[in-house]
């Protein structure tokens, strides 16, 4: 008896643990036995191309052709050895859908493949066809597209190589429509993620990330500018890390994480060239889109900082612009994460330029002054031959404070004498009657500050010698011993107006 009892008080004791056993088991069926805890398992991929990101926590509007036209994945064991790739060029991306043929393709699903358990990284890279890029070391660029494919064709993933590699202004090769030159050319997106696959592991997922970042710049209403008008971004990274930074720990804004070796952004000399501001509307005011490579923040002491912004305003002296050919701003922002809309509204405020000029003839023995003034909507001053003029620029309603160069265009036969100093400028005409209906144009180049903000914009000043000398003899004899300078001051209309960032 006492055996007995001894063998069933054991028996008891086990008995959770067989319990246990059998309900983590599986039952056979006519499929077979379920996978054990090192036997394969069926999983599937998706890759997603997330919608991208604003700077301002909203949704970017006008997103097409912003997804997949090709797509690179790869599978990497803890090992480096590839397990599994998914390589879908142009044309077998659009033949699992015809939205991969403009580059509108959102997500990708593979079939069912079969892993071992265990942790693994997934590589996933999609649209580099056209995009060059430069390998450490080398410096001449290569097909980035071929680059990535050399990355994982040996016994091993080269990661150096891939955390090394730099797209070479990858904004700027970017055309959503094909031309006689070559095909069309998409956004290049790449990304990195580990994940653990375990018997309860079903699929693999990951979203792709654009190099790039979206500028989303509206020209408010009411600015003064002509059909030719264009709008030039400038001062952002020449190249992008083919691979982001981790992103561990970011909460985004301020805290995106960059690349900590600054050399793969190249120079913060990239320019978008002149966009064509078509289509604007002056009631409404009308918002232009772009790209521009990813820019990490600045280095302070070797004078970088915030994007310039150009606008040409398309117009010349003989469409009454008051002179003013262009605007120009420097933002507030200094850095652009990839995957980024940044949204810029333009802003025309009202400044007060102050031009004094005056001026002198040869009379008897001295230089008699004349009146002279500066016309308030085309900046043309009117003299006649034989004069001396000197022309001082001031600005009003500014809180910081100002600067100014004059220059003058080359070739001016007539003009004997010219001197800038700061803010004036001194010329002396010939007393030849052959200069009569001559021109002679003077460019301003203001630089000011106000709230904080730098701010800088280019004058046209023209000299027109139209007036009859007869006349400006008499008027000066006449006027001999009054004070005859004057002071021309213009509130300017809205393409007098200074640029200035605006968030939405």
Request: net charge negative; with cysteine.
């Amino acid at each position: 008896m006492k055996t007995y009892a001894y063998f069933l008080r054991y028996a008891l004791l086990a008995l959770p643990l067989v319990c246990a056993f059998a309900l983590s088991s599986c039952y056979n069926d006519e499929d077979g036995d379920c996978p054990g805890g090192n036997e394969p398992v069926e999983v599937r991929l998706n890759v997603s191309a997330q919608q991208i990101g604003d700077l301002n926590g909203t949704r970017a509007g006008g997103d097409e052709h912003e997804f997949m036209h090709s797509l690179r994945v790869y599978i990497v064991n803890e090992a480096g050895s590839v397990m599994q790739s998914f390589v879908r060029n142009p044309a077998a991306l659009e033949a699992y859908s015809t939205a991969a043929s403009t580059g509108d393709l959102t997500n990708w699903s593979s079939e069912s493949f079969e892993l071992a358990p265990g942790e693994y990284t997934v590589y996933a890279f999609a649209n580099f066809e056209g995009h060059q890029g430069f390998a450490e070391g080398e410096g001449d660029a290569r097909p980035a597209d071929n680059f990535i494919h050399k990355c994982f064709e040996g016994s091993k993933v080269n990661t150096t190589a891939l955390n090394s590699f730099t797209i070479a202004d990858p904004a700027g090769k970017i055309k959503f429509v094909s031309y006689e030159s070559g095909e069309a050319v998409y956004i290049p997106m790449s990304a990195k993620q580990t994940f653990s696959v375990t018997s309860n592991t079903h699929d693999i997922s990951i979203g792709l990330v654009r190099l790039v970042g979206k500028v989303q710049l509206k020209v408010s209403p009411n600015a003064e500018i002509g059909q030719d008008a264009t709008v030039t971004f400038s001062g952002y990274s020449q190249n992008v890390p083919l691979m982001e930074a981790d992103q561990t720990g970011a909460t985004g804004g301020d805290n995106y994480i960059y690349n900590t070796d600054r050399t793969l952004y190249g120079n913060r000399d990239a320019s978008t060239g002149e966009i064509p501001l078509t289509g604007y509307d002056p009631n409404a005011g009308t918002t232009y889109s772009f790209y521009v490579n990813e820019t990490p923040t600045p280095n302070v002491e070797a004078g970088e900082g915030g994007f310039t912004v150009t606008l040409n305003t398309g117009k010349t002296d003989n469409d009454n612009t008051g002179g003013v050919m262009s605007y120009a701003s420097r933002t507030k922002l200094t850095d652009i994460p990839r995957n980024h809309v940044y949204p810029l509204t333009l802003r025309f405020d009202n400044y007060d330029l102050q031009l004094n000029a005056e001026a002198g003839i040869r009379g008897i023995g001295e230089y008699l002054p004349y009146v002279v003034a500066v016309d308030e909507t085309t900046y043309v001053v009117s003299i006649t031959y034989g004069t001396w003029l000197t022309i001082s620029a001031g600005l009003a309603n500014i809180d910081g404070t100002s600067s100014f160069t004059w220059r003058a265009a080359d070739n001016n036969p007539g003009m004997d004498d010219y001197a800038a100093t700061g803010n004036s400028v001194d010329m002396m005409f010939s007393d030849s009657e052959s200069i009569m209906n001559n021109t002679y144009t003077l460019y301003l180049d203001a630089s000011w500050t106000d709230d904080g903000n730098t701010y800088n914009r280019t004058y046209t000043v023209i000299v027109s010698v139209d007036r009859n000398y007869d006349d400006v003899i008499d008027e000066a004899i006449e006027n001999k011993g009054i004070n005859s300078t004057r002071s021309s001051s213009a509130v300017l209309p809205y393409e007098w107006l200074n640029m200035v960032k605006v968030k939405k």
